[in-house]
């Protein structure tokens, strides 16, 4: 996609308040690189481009007379976004990075150098929006409407065998309208309904209820187009993902898959040099599995669903932005990789292990 084209597509236009104009716009020193980011954007390939580097920055912009998330070029001063800042769009933060989705259901980030960059910018978003918010509830206008429309509070079935068939019809036609689907989100996460489930899948497997099993393949493979990243992270925990990938095995529409098997006993996890933090590796376990969800269990998507699957997308850009910042910030690591590579006496074995291994991604399967 051209950068020009990406200007145009991300610079679409809303309405500001008058006191806003000048008092929350945030502009960079370009001396300080608490304010250097990159700009990705989901392509339809189903990849993060990497639109360029440069300068962040949030102010008034006349022409679309809103307070704008601009991205400086550092290489040539071209403008890499334009995004007005909107308070009923969604805004995604974790660790060093901002992700949104524009109108036009293009999914953008905005990763930063520096941590306290982007907890300043996510800070100055999230005033700007809510302004927004309050100003428009004290005009009346349409937004209003909207918001009062918005997630309602639900009661989900009891998390029982005899209430599957129940469960699953409340979660299917809560994709009527938005409202529902945000309202089942919250009440899944409120209820921790995702463990629920998962005793609900021992009971059936130790009882081989095969028609509890089918329907629970369908309520969970139907959670991922939920589209929501707190959604993900609950079913991706450390104590429920081996059992969610154990429900992805009994499509009802193709003989029983041996995933949980293969990740234990085929696929092999290699340590070319071992790491010491332990939050570190479980990330990376955890990436993987993700990943061979996306890759393998769930089928490739339409292009009406990938849209409908873009957290599951950032998920993983999240997560293995964490794994490559924390590697970074461990010397002890480094150190032991450059000196084993410069080392004469390395087998030819060995340094292809190190050099490929490690560019590869030691998460990634054995062979």
Known sequence: MQKDHWVASAAVG??????????????????????R???????????????????????????????TILVRSEENGSML??????????YHKEDSMITWTEDEAIEIAISFQ????????????????????????????????RLEEGPQLVELPPCELSKLDEIYEQVTTSFSTTAKQ???VLAIERDNYVPKLVELFHMCEDLENMEGLHILFNIIRTFFFLNKISLLHQMFADAVIDDVIGCLEYDPNKPQARHREFMTKISQHKEVIPFNNPELLAKIHQTYKVQYIQEVILPTP?????????????FLMFNKADIINAIQEDKVFLCELFTQIQ????????????VWGWCRGHWRRGH
């Open 343 to 354: 080392d004469t006496s390395t087998s030819e074995g060995q340094f292809q292990e190190l």
């Open 302 to 314: 339409s292009l009406f669903e990938e849209n409908m699957m873009s957290s599951l997308n950032s």
């Open 37 to 67: 980011v990159k700009v990705y954007i989901f392509s339809v390939s189903g990849q993060w481009d990497d639109i360029g580097t440069g300068n962040v920055s949030i102010s008034f912009l006349e022409r679309l007379q809103a307070l």
């Open 14 to 35: 809303s309405n500001r308040t008058a006191s806003s104009r000048n008092s929350s716009a945030l502009r960079p020193d370009r001396r300080d690189t608490r304010h």
């Open 81 to 90: 976004l334009e995004s007005k800042i909107c308070p009923n769009r969604e």
């Open 182 to 184: 945000e309202a089942l």
């Open 114 to 145: 520096e941590k306290l960059g982007c907890d300043e910018v996510w800070d100055k978003i999230t005033e700007i929006r809510a302004q927004k918010s309050a100003a428009v509830s004290e005009s009346g206008g349409g937004l209003v409407d």
